[in-house]
């Protein structure tokens, strides 16, 4: 069983930062492939990032590929989202995931098993 909670969302104007942040309840954290999705408003939760149990794998949509950076660290539970060159299309609410999938990557949100409660990302022009 795992609980996630994320943080670190807010307002950004375009063009600038924010790093989202999840925390993981569990004592097998890496074991665990972690998601990073978002949601806007009358639309399906979509693929924004993953990284695979160890950190050295990672895939991103191409949507933000080179523009966020999805990292963990084990020794803390958590894994980060860093998004640079926030564009106001990057507005959602953000959600953590984990994948009992321990070394594959998954990019469906109906893979993933576990979800946090979302934080909201508002990107202004």
């Known amino acids: 069983q795992v609980q996630l909670v994320e943080s670190g969302g807010g307002l950004a104007p375009a063009g600038g930062s924010l790093r989202l942040s999840c925390a993981a309840s569990t004592r097998t954290f890496y074991i665990y492939a972690m998601g990073w999705f978002r949601q806007a408003p009358g639309k399906e939760r979509d693929f924004v990032a993953a990284i695979n149990y160890s950190g050295l794998t990672t895939n991103y949509a191409d949507s933000v590929k080179g523009r966020f950076t999805i990292s963990r660290d084990n020794a803390r539970n958590t894994v980060y989202l860093q998004m640079n060159s926030l564009k106001p299309e990057d507005t959602a609410v953000y959600y953590c995931?984990?994948?009992?999938?321990?070394?594959?990557?998954?990019?469906?949100?109906?893979?993933?098993?576990?979800w946090g409660q979302g934080t909201q990302v508002t990107i202004s022009s």
């Open positions: 995931a984990a994948d009992l999938s321990r070394g594959t990557i998954r990019v469906g949100a109906a893979a993933y098993d576990y």
